[in-house]
């Protein structure tokens, strides 16, 4: 398994519509391929992280565009754009 971590910033005021978007998209988000898990934080102040962990690398690669194209939905409340880096899973476990 391959996991991708995210550091983003969004924009003073916008957590509420930002999060209202992604729950809008989720079906999109959850329907890549090879996708096992996605997990968004965020602090108050609108500074996070997605953790989406996938197959592979190369499925990860494979599902860029997507990604950027789902990324591109937030751009009206991001500060800058989003920073991804790939790690290799060394353990993943889920007790839900």
Request: aromatic share 10%.
């Amino acid at each position: 398994m391959f996991a991708r971590i995210t550091q983003y910033k969004m924009k003073p005021g916008t957590r509420e519509a930002a999060t209202a978007k992604m729950n809008d998209l989720k079906s999109e988000i959850m329907g890549m391929p090879g996708i096992h898990s996605f997990t968004n934080v965020m602090n108050e102040d609108g500074s996070g992280y997605v953790i989406s962990v996938v197959e592979s690398e190369a499925t990860s690669n494979a599902n860029a565009p997507k990604v950027a194209e789902l990324w591109g939905h937030f751009a009206e409340f991001m500060e800058g754009p989003p920073s991804p880096v790939g790690y290799d899973v060394i353990a993943h476990w889920d007790k839900g």
